[in-house]
């Protein structure tokens, strides 16, 4: 999919409010001690991480996309916003480790291939004792992204199988749910569809 086309037009109203709730679920797994440093992966626009900043000492954002990155310069600039700072980049290609108390994602891995590389990654940049917590699209038929022409990615997961990746890279304390239900408008037609959560922790060093 071209996300550097869809940026300009991706804050619709509908995502803009389930940024919010997706918030409030990543919300629920933090500690809330305000001291942390925390990188969103994937994060478009930036909208789950407004909701979020001010659980945070610090948050880095990250996409592949320009245009996601140009749209979420422009509102950190305009809200004189001084914790979140943005990178244009793979998430393969961000260096170092134990960086981060958290890192948070929504509905990027389905986009993503080589899953375990970039979980293995996630787990290398968390600090021992860190949190990843990731948001996903639950398993689905295909149409949830029928209209996308060009996209090459999976059709949602199973909780159970992104856990045993997750258990694969070394990460613990495994939980997940479903937390959300929603209709997208596909032609003339309502497609259901779900979200759940997943978080994990590094073990400690
Ligand atoms: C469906 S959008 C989700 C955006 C945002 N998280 C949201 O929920 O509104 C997926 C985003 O992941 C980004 N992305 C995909 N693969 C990536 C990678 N390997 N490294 C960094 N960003 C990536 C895309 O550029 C895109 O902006």
């Given at each position: 999919?071209?996300?550097?086309?869809?940026?300009?037009?991706?804050?619709?109203?509908?995502?803009?409010?389930?940024?919010?709730?997706?918030?409030?679920?990543?919300?629920?797994?933090?500690?809330?001690?305000?001291?942390?440093?925390?990188?969103?992966?994937?994060?478009?626009?930036?909208?789950?991480?407004?909701?979020?900043?001010?659980?945070?000492?610090?948050?880095?954002?990250?996409d592949l996309s320009k245009g996601?990155?140009?749209?979420?310069?422009?509102?950190?600039?305009?809200?004189?916003?001084?914790?979140?700072?943005?990178?244009?980049?793979?998430?393969?290609?961000?260096?170092?480790?134990?960086?981060?108390?958290?890192?948070?994602?929504?509905?990027?891995?389905?986009?993503?291939?080589?899953?375990?590389?970039?979980?293995?990654?996630?787990?290398?940049?968390?600090?021992?004792?860190?949190?990843?917590?990731?948001?996903?699209?639950?398993?689905?038929?295909?149409?949830?992204?029928?209209?996308?022409?060009?996209?090459?990615?999976?059709?949602?997961?199973?909780?159970?199988?992104?856990?045993?990746?997750?258990?694969?890279?070394?990460?613990?304390?495994?939980?997940?749910?479903?937390?959300?239900?929603?209709?997208?408008q596909i032609n003339d037609k309502?497609?259901?569809?779900?979200?759940?959560?997943?978080?994990?922790?590094?073990?400690?060093?």
């Amino acid at each position: 999919m071209c996300f550097d086309k869809e940026a300009a037009e991706w804050d619709t109203n509908y995502r803009i409010n389930r940024a919010k709730k997706i918030a409030e679920e990543i919300s629920s797994y933090l500690d809330g001690n305000n001291i942390s440093r925390a990188m969103e992966f994937g994060c478009g626009t930036g909208l789950i991480s407004f909701n979020l900043q001010e659980e945070f000492e610090e948050i880095l954002l990250i996409d592949l996309s320009k245009g996601m990155i140009e749209e979420t310069k422009k509102k950190i600039k305009n809200q004189n916003i001084k914790n979140m700072k943005t990178l244009v980049k793979d998430v393969l290609d961000i260096e170092g480790e134990n960086k981060y108390d958290v890192i948070y994602t929504s509905m990027v891995l389905h986009h993503i291939l080589n899953l375990k590389d970039v979980l293995y990654k996630l787990s290398k940049l968390l600090k021992p004792n860190g949190k990843l917590i990731i948001v996903e699209l639950s398993k689905d038929d295909g149409t949830f992204h029928s209209l996308d022409e060009d996209f090459n990615g999976y059709n949602g997961f199973e909780i159970k199988d992104l856990q045993d990746l997750l258990k694969d890279v070394g990460l613990i304390n495994i939980k997940g749910r479903t937390f959300y239900h929603s209709k997208k408008q596909i032609n003339d037609k309502y497609h259901e569809y779900s979200l759940f959560s997943i978080c994990v922790n590094k073990q400690k060093a």
